[in-house]
């Protein structure tokens, strides 16, 4: 996908406005240095949405998951695989097959 700096512009470009304002330093950097490495942008961004306890957050809910006393095994696995997939579900809310989504899901290749 073209040279450096149109890859640099294309993920700069395909931030939200406000976004964009967070990682003008990126830009200023690049332009200065003549170094367009996009993955500035996204190493920037992971530091500021990231959950630093999203691991543990996830160990500590695997663990927590119980099959309730009066839950047939077929109504349990489609919610305990809601965690597997990053679906929240609400107290008492259960999955249909519809909403299910894989964990895999197909994605393009970028050429």
Sequence with gaps: MGDTIARFYYVYGNLETNVQAMVLPQLADAETQGVWEYNT??????????????????EDALHNIRQGDKESLPSYMPNSSALSTK?????????????????????????
């Design 41 to 58: 942008i996204l190493d920037q961004l992971a530091r500021v949405f990231e959950n630093p306890n999203q691991q543990q957050e996830a």
């Design 87 to 111: 679906q929240e579900l609400r107290p008492g809310q259960t999955l249909s097959k519809r909403s299910y989504q894989s964990p895999h899901p197909t994605t393009p290749s970028c050429g």
